[in-house]
């Protein structure tokens, strides 16, 4: 409760901060920042003093607050740019900086035109604004790419980690070790590899090779989620299956795969959001037609930087927001099967 | 009891076989299946990816190109002994070797030839073309006659290092060395040496990221591990956002935050802390490269000394104060120490990440920003120096596989866990 007062107390006082006209001269300047610096040690003080007993000594309160600034410098450092891409998405004019309009909270400069560029409605675009469907075709692209390397790597993966995590695997740490290399060479090298690889087999610039190139990519991931989950399982559950007569499909079926179905999944979410965000590979070997978001994002930042891109952004932020909840929830569930955590 | 269980017999199955043939069979029969379940993965992987890797390690030594284009003059090389120009055999050869070989076979042969000696690429297109005019023999005079760089010994002699069907010129190039033509090796000209210093710039961009992430990543981790629950999961949501947003978003957010007219320079200006002037040039350089790498691999070294930490009990550091050691001390002799290994697999997981990164350092890093990851995809699309891209990458990769067994030796990769 004291942190949402704190937090709304902020809300406030920025937004106070932003429309009160100051001028930019002379000491006044400096009332803003001074009043910022003190809104800023006040909420460290206040969160410091909360977590600390009654019979704290002044020094300790110091070296708690210290504590409390450097951490939340850290985490307003991981969180803020991409919190100020969200805002700035809804500028109405063609620049990628806060406006002063913007600023004053006022409505004339915000719109949704960006996004309605994105989506390829071009009723709101400047001549020299680049509009067209290639986002939507890239994300298209980037949806089906990333829907059958994800069922390949998924499929894969879990036979490898069900073969692993079998008793008495010869080699185990080997092979092990060989599923996760992927995720350890660098992403330039697997490129440079499949380049020449996919070159010699005529799989430069088709659905095919892309596609390939991202199994080997989220491979790792699924090995390592479905491996996890296993680890915990008992095999046991599947020799009483077996004496009850069931097939091998049968008992994998309905035994072994709701109970590991928490680390198939987040396995396999890791995995699209691989193949989602790829770049390398679809630069090297991705031809016209391979039009993917991350390709089109690219050749965005590197060509025609617009608002348009931080429309994107905003949309991929939500989205990572979603998918970090989903793989959350389902470590919850699976960590309550496998009974580590109560309920 | 029954005589079925005497001492002496041997213990057998219902069936009539001896219960350890019965135990080792199925024991075979259950590695064959675990073997059974691995091997499709594992195929599919050798195929997709190691064999193309190794192909790649193959690339970086393979020289054949010009003994498939110059067999003859390499078949009578050995017989010039290169102090003085060779004689007419060898010009014959020459002319025989260049006018019968395919057009592109040439094209690509002289292109590789202008890596050890300029010039090569345009004597040899030059002399292609006019040699077409040339009827019979003797041909050395008509061949210096053409061009007089044919009559230029140091020509003849850089094909000795160019003889053998592998080299390891390559990997010499990359570190700003190369091969005399008697094979000796010396350094490159002073107008060419780039690559130390690339190599040099890549591990110190490593090593201070994570130094950097090192220090940004510890406090926070422990500020999550020890509060309750209830409030770190909901911090936790900070450092797992970044985490799962794309590369390209989070270096979009950091061209918004850092750029001349960014969000960061304006709020210093707007509060009167800057001149408008002196805006602060933190992106397309050095400095950009190294904040936005340590904002995007500091989860990385966040979730692993996070869960370490996790595993620490309180109890420890009130023992240690109970013995009668201060915060600071019972912090630095049992808190810390505990952490190392946590630590370990941070620090090598963020250098692995850091030292082969691409995408950040060519969008964000400008011209000083620059690491080895940009100079290979530069030989790979543009100067089409594909050996000289394969010797990197595989100089890249056995750093990077020693630094992988460190961690395996540190945290094992059973012990790898995601999210």
Redesign the interface.
Known sequence: MRALGIIALWVVGLFLLAIVPIPREGLLAYVKPLLLLIAIVYSIYRISNGMMPRYRSTGQLLWQMTYIGICGFVLFFLVAPLIAVIPLSFTSKAFLNFTPEMLNFDPAGYSIRWYKIMVGDCSDAVVTTVCGDKWKIGAWNSLLIGLTATFLATVLGTLAAIGLTRPNVPGRKLITAFMISPLIVPLIITAASLFFFFAKVNLIATFAGVVLAHTVLGLPFVVITVTATLSSFDHNLMRAAESLGGGAWKNFRQVMLPLIMPGVISGALFAFITSFDEVVIIIFMGGADQLTLPKQMWSGIRQEISPTILAVATILVILSVVMLTTVELLRRRSERIRGISPA | MSDATAPNQPLMTSDGRLLKDALQQS?RR??L??????S???L??VI??????F??LV?SVDDNLINEVLPRTFAIYEDWDGTELPGEAHYEAMFLDLTGAEGIQIGKASTRMNYDKSKWKSLIKKSARKFKNIESGPYKEVMIKTDKKWGDITFWQSLGSMKDPYTFGYYLNAVDLRYNHDKSVTAQPENRRIYKMLWGRTLLVSLIVTVLCLI??Y??SH?LATLPLR?S?L?M?????????????????????L?Q???VN?ALV????LDDENRLAMMYNFTGTIIVMT?IL??FMILPIYSVMRTISPNYMKAAQNLGASPALAFLKVYMPLTVPGVGAGVILVF?VA?????TPE?VGGKDGQLI?NQ??YH??SSLN?GL??AM?VM??AG??IL?WCY?KIVG??N????
Request: net charge positive.
């Open positions: 024991l259950s590695k299946k675990a073997l059974g379940l691995i499709i993965p594992f599919f992987l997709v990816f190691a064999m193309p890797v192909n790649l690339k940004l990543a406090p926070v500020l409030y999961n911090l949501i900070c450092v797992l956002m970044p985490f799962w947003t794309s590369l390209l978003v989070r270096i979009v957010a950091w061209m918004i935050m750029q007219n960014g969000v304006d707007h509060n009167g802390l904002q500091l989860p692995i030292i082969g990164y691409y995408i969008l990851g290979i995809a790979l699309k594909w891209a394969s990458g890249l990769l990077i596989l992988y395996d990769i059973d790898m866990r995601m999210g």
